[in-house]
């Protein structure tokens, strides 16, 4: 069992930054963590990702270059620059092993329970 809390959400103008971490309640060094977001009425996309182990990351196109995902055995942040309206989400973390498709939610086995990220224009 892995517990995943997050943190660090707010309200932000356009441009601005923040800084979202998601700590864990064990070791994490064997899971792979990433970053989901949900709006209202909309599927949870995938955001960011870091392999088990730190050995990769990946972004979604649309934030690429202005997010950086960051880990270590016990936290997971995620920097986010440049912020845009569309950016706008309840930010999920998720935790899991032996994943295949970073991006698809049902590989993953733990969840935290979201933290508001509103960007106002």
């Known amino acids: 069992q892995v517990l995943l809390t997050e943190s660090g959400g707010g309200l932000v103008q356009a441009g601005g930054s923040l800084r979202l971490s998601c700590t864990t309640s064990r070791d994490i060094f064997a899971y792979t963590m990433a970053w989901f977001r949900q709006v209202p009425g909309q599927e949870r996309e995938f955001v960011a990702v870091?392999?088990?182990?730190?050995?990769s990351t990946y972004y979604a196109d649309s934030v690429k270059g202005r997010f950086t995902i960051a880990r270590d055995n016990a936290k997971m942040d995620l920097d986010m620059a440049g912020l845009k309206p569309e950016d706008t989400a309840v930010y999920y973390c998720a935790a899991g092993r032996g994943i295949n498709s970073v991006s698809q939610l049902s590989e993953y086995d733990y969840w935290g329970q979201g933290t508001q990220v509103t960007v106002s224009s």
């Open positions: 870091s392999r088990s182990r730190g050995s």
